[in-house]
């Protein structure tokens, strides 16, 4: 059983537009939200996280809006890039815990 | 200053064979873990250790051995491979074990393919 549902699985982005990735979770908890970023033959790296006593962090380019009563949280990539193109990971843990539950990937694409 | 050393990066095995995907960090990170990568599933768990000498199994340990002798060092073990241990597996790393998750560092995987 997914404990993490991320949609859409792929993403196609014309240059300077905004890019949505939406993430959703059934455990109540769970209190860090992290984001990671993974280019083709490297290892997942992370871009920014969240924990649920705030609605959004934003961190240049990239936000993250979070909703506490329907457990879902998402990322927003502003003026998206060709560079930005890679696959996004939401994930989901709870602290102290020894692991993190992962989303299934979004592959974005964007166009230059 | 390398980070999460994975070796090797590419691997085939044969069905029934065994062998172990080595995995080192010099950031003196005392959490280590070990996850797979499989297309739909995002990155599931198999084994852990929150220092030398302490292993414990994730999410889909079946099949994976892990041993900790050493702060830097925390290699898995396919018992007998099987075509479903086809798998690009990632090992990372995290300072605190009193919040292991936040962050991970990963190294950059090795994608084993079992015949």
């Known amino acids: 059983q997914q404990q993490v549902k991320q949609s859409p699985q792929s993403l196609i982005v014309q240059k300077g537009g905004i890019s949505i990735i939406n993430c959703a979770y059934e455990n109540t908890a769970f209190d860090y939200f992290p984001w990671y970023q993974q280019f083709p033959g490297k290892g997942p790296a992370l871009l920014i996280a969240i924990r649920p006593d705030v609605s959004e962090k934003k961190e240049g380019r990239f936000t993250i809006s979070f909703n506490k009563s329907a457990k879902q949280f998402s990322l927003h990539i502003m003026d998206s890039q060709p560079g930005d193109s890679a696959t996004y990971f939401c994930?989901?843990?709870?602290?102290?815990?020894?692991?993190?539950?992962f989303g299934t990937g979004t592959r974005l694409t964007v166009i230059p | 200053n390398a980070g999460v050393t994975q070796t090797p990066k590419f691997q085939v095995l044969k069905t029934g064979q065994s062998m172990t995907l080595q995995c080192a960090q010099d950031?003196?990170?005392?959490?280590m873990s070990w996850y797979r990568q499989d297309p739909g599933m995002g990155l599931r768990l198999i084994h852990y250790?929150?220092?030398?000498?302490?292993?414990d199994q994730g999410e889909v340990p079946n099949g994976y051995n892990v041993s900790r002798s050493t702060t830097e060092d925390f290699p898995l073990r396919l018992l007998s491979a099987a075509p479903s241990q086809t798998s690009v597996y990632f090992c990372?790393?995290?300072?605190?074990?009193?919040?292991?998750?936040?962050?991970?560092?990963f190294g950059d995987g090795t994608r084993l393919s079992i015949l």
């Open positions: 950031m003196n990170h005392e959490y």
């Open positions: 250790s929150v220092g030398a000498g302490i292993t």
């Open positions: 994930a989901a843990g709870q602290t102290g815990a020894n692991n993190l539950f």
């Open positions: 990372a790393s995290s300072y605190s074990i009193t919040h292991p998750v936040e962050p991970q560092h």
